[in-house]
């Protein structure tokens, strides 16, 4: 009970939960009106048109449902998993595809809808990977933007927040597929 009740921690909004303090980053205020600024922007940039979005599982099922729903022009949805091989610290590179789109994105207009950017390697590929299914274009939606430095440039055209290099959870995204539930993006203190 009680488990999103906020509280001051050392002058910062958060929360003790497993016995880590969880810091707020980006509350849920927050999130609601960005979300909705970037539903506002796609709806204008694709108005007449039907995109496809693209969404990543599993980190981004909560952007997406809130996303959709401030996109108001006919779209359509389809998903995809991906799980990076290699050291579980250093993303190795190598993308392996552990679902794929149910549906063809030929000559369609498609928005991948991605919960973060961190290396950025995940996407690079995810980009790859659907532009050689002859799609009409591929653009990007990513909620947040780390700050690492990164070997190849990431074009987000709508991008929600950019985030220090600290690792995030909550608003979909996990550590070890716990936090997801949390309404607001904290990063876990000491971790
Ligand atoms: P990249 O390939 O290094 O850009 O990693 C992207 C994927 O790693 C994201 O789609 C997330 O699933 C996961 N990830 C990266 N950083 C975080 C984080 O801070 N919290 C939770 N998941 C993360
Ligand atoms: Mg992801």
Redo the contacts with the bound molecule.
Sequence with gaps: MGLFKLKKIKGEKGLIYNNKKIIVLIDEKQLKERVKELGRKITKDYEDKSPVLVS?LR?SFIFIADICREIKIPVTFDFMAVS?YGDSKV?SGIVRITKDLEFSIENKEVIII??????????NYLIKNLQARNPKNVEVCALLD?DVPRKTKNNIKYKGFDIPN????GYG???AEKYRNFPFVGYIENE
């Design positions: 990543v980190g990076s993303s991605e919960d973060i950017i961190d290396s950025g390697r995940t996407l780390k600290k690792f995030v959870v995204l996990d550590f």
